[in-house]
């Protein structure tokens, strides 16, 4: 198996488990399989009630030297005075919790980590030693957030 995933809606997984013959659980407790070199998460953590719980559960599942790689929208100030319209359709109801680059250093700053917004720079990504922590431009819609588990 490639790929594994985890998706609480039923019917997500049932579409994925028929469609695309992929493992998806739907209950954290019996995800087989770990630990995972990589978990990606896109748009998903700006709508989940506890995610302290969601990080817990990604770093249990990851092996030592794994990646944790997440996608929201961006919630950052440099986006917030680039886009101010845009910026201010993103959040509430939608998208209950608020993204920021601030929000990723500050619970992942234990670790090495690579902070940027679209459209990213791929050679800037590239050339992270896996070490630092580097917060890149933030001023696109989109966040990306990797974060190496040491």
Not at 3 to 24: D, P, V
Not at 83 to 108: C, E, K, R
Not at 123 to 144: D, F, M, V, Y
């Amino acid at each position: 198996m490639l790929a594994t995933g985890f998706e609480i809606g039923k019917e997500r997984a049932e579409f994925g488990i028929r469609n695309l013959n992929l493992q998806i659980f739907t209950k954290s407790e019996d995800i087989t399989g770990q630990p995972f070199n990589f978990i990606f998460s896109s748009h998903v953590i700006e709508h989940l009630p506890d995610i302290k719980m969601f990080i817990n559960l990604c770093f249990k599942l990851l092996d030592k030297n794994g990646f944790l790689i997440l996608l929201s929208p961006n919630g950052s100030n440099d986006f917030k005075k680039a886009n101010p319209q845009n910026f201010h359709l993103f959040w509430g109801q939608v998208h209950p919790n608020m993204i920021s680059a601030d929000f990723y250093s500050t619970i992942f700053k234990h670790y090495p980590y690579f902070i940027s917004s679209s459209p990213y720079n791929i050679r800037q990504l590239n050339s992270w030693n896996q070490t630092e922590k580097i917060i890149s431009l933030t001023g696109g819609e989109e966040l990306l957030c990797i974060v190496k588990k040491k």
